[in-house]
């Protein structure tokens, strides 16, 4: 079946700099899409979201886009402080699945480095 | 105010034995869900609720699992005659409704099958 997927398995930034976290997906009718935080020992965290109508949204220091036409994902994060250390999923919403059904990708591990 | 509750926060238990997770959800929040996530993997979707009704039971990996939740609040996962297989951290998140999708989730319970 169609699934959420991610590039890349960890990604070390420097403090200060920007990250850009990457999600691919393959079904190109999903309507929503969500970022999620999540340090270790706790759950997630609700960073972001985005609807298919919409190709960028802005919240404090992260900016997510959505490329529908390549069917990629992005969260991009501004001046990588050391508390964003975490693992970051994405997730989706199907049309072929029920409101409350979120489908999330593997993860990415962002390191944050001094 | 309080954020979405779980007990036990940890649990080992003999394989074949059955084990009760409880979930509280932020109060008011009508949408509750739960979630499987092995070691170093993603978030696996079991079920929801929308008040005292599980619309979507999909994810649940056996008839050994099965949830209830009473009063549109408390939930309570059940694993019966566990397997090695089912340890994990099972998390619970709950959310105003299910359209609204930012899901708040608790700490999770990690449960260990010997």
């Known amino acids: 079946g169609e699934s959420v997927g991610l590039h890349l398995p960890t990604l070390s930034v420097q403090e200060g700099d920007n990250s850009i976290i990457n999600c691919a997906y393959s079904n190109s009718a999903s309507d929503y899409f969500i970022w999620y935080k999540q340090e270790s020992g706790k759950g997630p965290q609700f960073i972001i979201d985005?609807?298919?109508?919409?190709d960028k949204r802005q919240g404090q220091r992260v900016t997510v886009l959505l490329n529908k036409t390549v069917k990629h994902l992005s969260l991009q994060i501004a001046a990588t402080q050391p508390g964003d250390s975490a693992v970051y999923f994405c997730a989706e919403n199907m049309p072929s699945d029920s409101w409350g059904k979120l489908q999330f990708g593997a993860g990415t591990q962002v390191v944050v480095t001094p | 105010g309080a954020g979405v509750s779980q007990s036990p926060s940890n649990k080992v238990t003999e394989k074949g034995k059955d084990v009760e997770l409880r979930c509280d959800p932020i109060s008011g929040h009508t949408a509750l869900y739960w979630y499987r996530q092995r070691l170093g993997q993603g978030l696996e979707f079991l079920i929801y609720?929308?008040?005292?009704?599980?619309?979507?039971k999909s994810g649940l990996p056996s008839d050994r699992f099965s949830a209830e939740r009473t009063g549109e609040s408390v939930s309570t996962l059940t694993i019966q005659r566990t397997q090695q297989e089912d340890s994990a951290v099972y998390l619970c998140?709950?959310?105003?409704?299910?359209?609204?999708?930012?899901?708040?989730f608790g700490p999770g319970t990690r449960l260990t099958v010997t």
């Open positions: 985005i609807r298919s109508n919409m």
């Open positions: 998140a709950s959310s105003f409704w299910t359209g609204g999708y930012e899901q708040y």
């Open positions: 609720f929308q008040g005292n009704s599980a619309p979507d």
